[in-house]
């Protein structure tokens, strides 16, 4: 098992550039989450999927802010156009069920100049 | 909606001594509880979870326990070691028509040897 893989670990871009960061989960897993991670608000949910369908994206700060997965193995979470305070570090994480655990990956860390 | 409270923010002590960690979650309906280890560069990793019918549950030298009623949940670390040193993560789970994890603030342990 590879665990979650996200792609890239880092990007550096510049303000109004489109970002897009992309995500494999755990085969076998029916929920993909994506979250956003900064030092002033922890982790936040952004958007998660169940069989590929999104759910609930409450979390999705604006609608620069874009989540897709078109199939059971990749999902890419878009940002356009890119702002400095994008910059954090954003988690793809996967489980087997609502509320089982969660398989997160190692993340991205994004900054935006 | 739900909100989770972490304290302390920071932990430091002796290799060998016991780390406490708590949490305070405001909706009752909440119903899993995650803890997660952080360490540096990584994503989240589930160390033990507890459900909300059961009161205590240990795993070698982790512990958690639940108090329902008064809304705390709490982590115990005995005869800690330097691996240990890492930020800790509680969470709360439930289920508001889409299930949705809700992390504390973090608490960074440090552990001396």
């Known amino acids: 098992d590879a665990g979650v893989i996200q792609s890239p670990r880092h990007e550096v871009t510049e303000m109004g550039q489109e970002v897009t960061l992309r995500c494999k989960p755990i085969s076998g897993h029916d929920y993909l989450f994506w979250y956003r991670q900064t030092m002033m608000r922890g982790l936040e949910l952004l958007i998660y999927f169940n069989n590929n369908v999104p759910i609930d994206d409450s979390g999705m700060p604006e609608d620069r802010f874009s989540a897709k997965m078109p199939n059971a193995s990749f999902s890419t979470l878009k940002i356009q156009p890119s702002e400095p305070r994008d910059s954090a570090v954003y988690f793809c994480?996967?489980?087997?069920?609502?509320?089982?655990?969660?398989?997160f990956g190692n993340g991205t860390r994004l900054t935006v100049t | 909606g739900e909100n989770v409270e972490q304290h302390p923010s920071t932990l430091s002590v002796q290799e060998g001594d016991s780390a406490v960690i708590k949490c305070t979650y405001s909706d009752s309906a909440s119903n899993y509880f995650p803890w997660y280890k952080q360490e540096l560069g990584k994503g989240p990793q589930l160390i033990i979870d507890i459900r909300s019918n059961v009161g205590e549950k240990k795993d070698q030298r982790i512990a958690v326990t639940l108090n329902k009623t008064a809304k705390h949940f709490s982590l115990h670390i005995t005869e800690t070691q330097p691996e240990d040193s890492a930020v800790y993560f509680c969470a709360a789970s439930l289920d508001t028509g889409g299930f949705k994890t809700i992390f504390g603030a973090g608490t960074r342990l440090f552990v001396k040897a």
């Open positions: 994480a996967s489980s087997f069920m609502e509320d089982s655990p969660l398989h």
